[in-house]
């Protein structure tokens, strides 16, 4: 049994970021930047106005001063008109400042009669007036290497003109639920049946990763089904299967693995819940030991090693018990994908809490604690058992207590979050 440490650096060290690639803007979002970007213009890239109302020399304003009203410009081109002392321009919000203007009157602050306003308020230079370059520089950046791509983000590109932007690639990924008590949800359950839940809980993680999965299937518990499926699974970056990693006569995905010759380069971690974790790699088509591989199939790059054709599958066995599968994606699975996908922070994000009650761990493996995160304080909820799914669907935060910790009611401690 490894330490979680240890099972993150081996995942890590097995795969390298996938190639880069040119995406639009819309199809950029929870992608990763494969480059840094740089302000092409300067934001706003043009002195405008702030407010709908008259652009005037601030100079020559004073409360209860009247203006003559010399053009309007509206936001779009620029008319290039010029104000002179005593002069105003009508103006609308975002509309380009005429020349020897510096200050912009709400509105509301004048009384308007024919071509002529009356100031109801004193005037100051720059007011509601928005200055080239106030918000951005030129040349600043806007966008570094392996950052998260995310609404805003693609706002400020596309304000800089980028129609596309070059982002990490994107992992493929085929799920596997084992079990044969597994019933597919809407259909009629047996006495021993359980529905399985598995299946769209890693489907969606997989989603919030930024991965759709190409197949979610459930398989028996039969060699020859597993073997199958392992088959169709590995013709991804990433297979992720559920249950049968334990140790109990019908776990047989190391079996199934071990006939398509796979490695198993990791199996237990000490983890609580998630000791059955298992982590291995398999060459796509590598034939049983049986028939003779060719050469294609001997080779040995690993998945994500930025090549289009990806001769290696990370297959990822995570234990059946619905909360370890969900903590064992979430500390070993996501972070896989994240570095493939490019990113930079592989890590959840993590917040301070005050914890509302003590808690010791007096087992052998550090225990994530769910709960829930609410006004900045952390509350354990529901069983902290591996099958209790209620518990874990109230809870919005994971609290990891270290082999021997304890921590006071009171106490602030770093809980992780995901949604
Ligand atoms: P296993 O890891 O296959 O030994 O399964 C451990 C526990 O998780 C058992 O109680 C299973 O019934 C349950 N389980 C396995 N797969 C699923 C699934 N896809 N959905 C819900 N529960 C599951
Ligand atoms: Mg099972």
């Not at 934001?43 to 309007?72: H, Q, T, W």
């Not at 980028?162 to 009629?188: H, M, N, R, Y």
Request: hydrophobic share 40%; charged share 25%; with cysteine.
């Amino acid at each position: 049994m490894i330490s979680e440490d240890e099972a993150r650096s081996q995942i890590l060290d097995r795969l390298s970021p996938l190639d880069k690639r040119a995406v639009s803007l819309t199809d950029a979002i929870d992608c990763f930047s494969a480059e840094d970007y740089f302000a092409r213009l300067p934001l706003p890239a043009f002195d405008n106005s702030a407010m709908d109302g008259y652009a005037v020399v601030a100079s020559s304003c004073k409360k209860n001063g009247r203006l003559c009203v010399i053009g309007e410009q509206p936001a779009g081109p620029d008319r290039k008109l010029r104000v002179r002392d005593s002069e105003a321009v009508r103006i609308f919000t975002g509309a380009a400042l005429p020349q020897g203007a510096d200050a912009i009157v709400m509105q509301e602050d004048v009384t308007r009669d024919g071509t002529e306003i009356t100031l109801n308020v004193d005037v100051d230079g720059g007011d509601f007036v928005r200055r080239r370059g106030c918000d951005l520089a030129e040349g600043q950046m806007i966008l570094a290497r392996g950052e998260r791509i995310r609404a805003s983000t693609v706002a400020l590109l596309a304000s800089q003109g980028f129609a596309d932007v070059i982002v990490g690639g994107k992992p493929t990924a085929a799920v596997i639920s084992t079990g044969d008590e597994l019933v597919k949800p809407g259909e009629q359950l047996q006495p021993g049946e359980i529905y399985d839940s598995n299946s769209v809980l890693l489907n969606a993680l997989l989603l919030r990763c930024g991965v759709n999965a190409t197949a979610v299937e459930h398989c028996p518990d039969d060699r020859q089904s597993l073997g199958d499926a392992v088959k169709r699974g590995i013709k991804n970056h990433l297979l992720i299967i559920s249950g049968g990693v334990s140790v109990g006569e019908h776990d047989l995905v190391k079996e199934a693995l071990r006939e398509l010759s796979a490695k198993i380069e990791i199996w237990r971690v000490a983890v609580k819940p998630g000791k059955p974790f298992l982590f291995g790699s398999i060459q796509q088509g590598t034939p049983s030991p049986h028939s003779s591989p060719s050469g294609r199939e001997r080779r040995t790059r690993s998945a994500g090693e930025g090549s289009a054709t990806t001769p290696t599958c990370l297959v990822f066995g995570l234990p059946g018990n619905p909360v370890s599968a969900f903590v064992t994606f979430l500390q070993f699975v996501r972070p896989a994908i994240l570095r493939m996908m490019g990113a930079t922070n592989l890590d959840l994000p993590e917040v301070p809490a005050k914890l509302a009650i003590g808690l010791t761990n007096d087992g052998d493996r550090p225990h994530y604690i769910r709960g829930k995160l609410e006004h900045e304080k952390f509350t354990p909820i529901g069983r902290q058992e591996s099958h209790a799914l209620f518990g874990l669907s109230q809870a919005n935060a994971l609290l990891r207590i270290a082999v021997g910790q304890s921590l006071e009611a009171g106490e602030i401690v770093n809980v992780q979050i995901w949604d």
